[in-house]
Every structure is written in structure tokens, then in C-alpha cells.
């Protein structure tokens, strides 16, 4: 059986900053753990200062990490090489704002070295993709939050990444603009694109991810399937179509008799993504 590379692995990832105050060091990242296979969607939820941008950018190679080792597709992350799968929107990205959406799309694909027709024909794509066909001409300085978040998101995909990293890509975008970046999340998924995703918006990672890692003060507190983690293990629920209040009174005996009335699932009932990450961090914070 062939193993497959994971797209992204962190192992034992610390990260120490030194300090003004009497030369201390912060470690900022304490021994995080991360592994995404090919085409999954992860998300890593946190508060402000837990460690989830210097994860990242440990990740991007844009710190060194104190210990522990990062790789993207098996190459380390400290070798330039390992980024040529890769796009990356950060949470406040920078543009030029006198240029129009085409003309920024054109400045970053040639800087990845797509030139000619082939360039154009992906601007056109991207602006497709990111639904910024109409504003195509219009200068940046002129473009909401939501559609320059969008237009970061066509850049990151510029070269055709196979890994696309968002840190928090809705960070000051409208609840309609934050759809539509959700939209994009599932169209990248859809093309077996692997994201990772930083998000402080437990509600849109809840929709698009497959597995979350919840950190807290440098540390994994909690990871796995989303689908296994907002599991309430000790209930059980029984949904039942068509069902009169009287079988559902008497509910498994009579589910089995009822010609009329069929299961459509049993299990694990669900909190929520918030619900969990509120539980985790507050057990945490608790002398």
C-alpha cells in the first residue's frame, strides 16, 4: 500500500520570542502537533495571542521555528523550494490600490513566471472564480472589504497551489462577503485543493472543515474530525420521519413494527463548534 504524503505535517513546533522585560523569552507556540492530508480542509480556532498566526507562519517559513520541524508535501518548510505549492492570504494583506483586480492578478502571476496567453486566460479564470468578472477594471481603492479579501484569494491561487492557507480571511468582511468567501472555500475543496485555515468565526469553520485543532496558550487542546469532536458521547438521538407523538412516546419498539414511520438516522447528537472551543479554553483558564 502506498503512503501518502500529508500535505502539511508540524511536529513538537515550538517557538520562543525574546522579550523587553528583563531579556525573557514568550514561547508562543508549546509543542503543537498538525498533520492534513491531500484535499482535506483544517481549521485552527483560537483567542488573540494563542499561537495560531505563529503557527503559520512557522509553517510558511517565515520564522525559524525554536524546535520541533514543519513540511509542506515532505519538503521543509525552511527551503524555498517547499512554497512553490503553496498560497498564502494573510489577514491583512497589502495591494497596490491604484491598480485594477486584472492588473493585480497579471503583477502577481507574472511574478510567479506566467507570462502570455496562458497568464491571461488564468486572470480571467481567477476573477471567474472569485466572482470579480464585472469589477475587473476597477482600481483596487475603490473595492469593499469582501472583494479585497476575494481578489487576495485569487492571488494566493495564482500559481495553482495545491495548499492554500487563509489566515483569517473575513476578518472585517459583511455577513454577505463572508458567504461568499465560504463559497470559495468549498469551490477549492471541491477541486481537491488542501486548506488550512485559520478562523476566529467558529460558525464558518463549523460549515467548510473536515478536521479542527483548537489551540490555547501555545497548545493543541483539542484536535480530530469535526464530526467526532461536536459528538456529545453520552446521548443518543433518534430522528424519525413521519412519526405521531404516540410512537414517538413508545420510539424503538414501535419503530421496528410501523409500516408507517422510518429512521433516518440514530447517533451522536451535536453541539456546536463554539460550544466546544468555549468548554475547552474554559477549563483551561481555571487555577
Known amino acids: 500500500m502506498v503512503e501518502i504524503t500529508p500535505a502539511v505535517e508540524i511536529k513538537d513546533l515550538v517557538k520562543d520570542f525574546k522579550t523587553s522585560f528583563r531579556k525573557q523569552m514568550l514561547r508562543a507556540v508549546d509543542g503543537v502537533s498538525i498533520r492534513i492530508m491531500p484535499g482535506e480542509v483544517y481549521g485552527l480556532i483560537g483567542p488573540n495571542g494563542s499561537g495560531k498566526s505563529t503557527t503559520m507562519k512557522a509553517l510558511l517559513g517565515l520564522v525559524v521555528p525554536t524546535a520541533g520541524h514543519c513540511a509542506i508535501f515532505g519538503k521543509d518548510s525552511l527551503k524555498v523550494d517547499s512554497r512553490n505549492d503553496v498560497g498564502f492570504l494573510p489577514e491583512n494583506p497589502y495591494f497596490y490600490k491604484h491598480l485594477s483586480g486584472a492588473e493585480t492578478l497579471r503583477f502577481y502571476g507574472k511574478l510567479c513566471g506566467l507570462k502570455g496567453r496562458f497568464l491571461e486566460d488564468r486572470v480571467g479564470e481567477l476573477l471567474a472564480l472569485v466572482d470579480l468578472e464585472d469589477a475587473r477594471d476597477r482600481r483596487l481603492g475603490g ?65 467548510v472543515c473536515d478536521h479542527v485543532g483548537i489551540i490555547f496558550k501555545g497548545k493543541i487542546v483539542k484536535a480530530g474530525r469535526l464530526d467526532d469532536l461536536i459528538a456529545i458521547e453520552d446521548q443518543t438521538e433518534i430522528v424519525l420521519k413521519d412519526a405521531s407523538p404516540e410512537l414517538i412516546a413508545q420510539i424503538t419498539a414501535l419503530v421496528t413494527s410501523s409500516a408507517g414511520a422510518s429512521l433516518l438516522r440514530s447517533g451522536k447528537p451535536r453541539t456546536t463548534l463554539e460550544r466546544l472551543f468555549l468548554r475547552e479554553t474554559s477549563q483551561r483558564e481555571q487555577p
Open 143 to 207: 473595492y469593499s472589504k469582501g472583494m479585497l479579501q476575494r481578489i487576495g484569494l485569487a492571488q494566493a491561487l495564482v500559481q495553482e497551489p495545491r495548499l492554500v492557507i487563509l489566515d483569517e480571511p473575513t476578518a472585517g468582511v459583511d455577513p454577505v462577503g463572508s458567504r461568499q468567501i465560504r463559497d470559495l472555500i468549498f469551490k477549492l475543496k471541491e477541486r481537491g485543493i488542501t486548506v488550512f485555515l485559520c478562523s476566529h468565526l467558529l460558525e464558518q469553520v463549523q460549515e
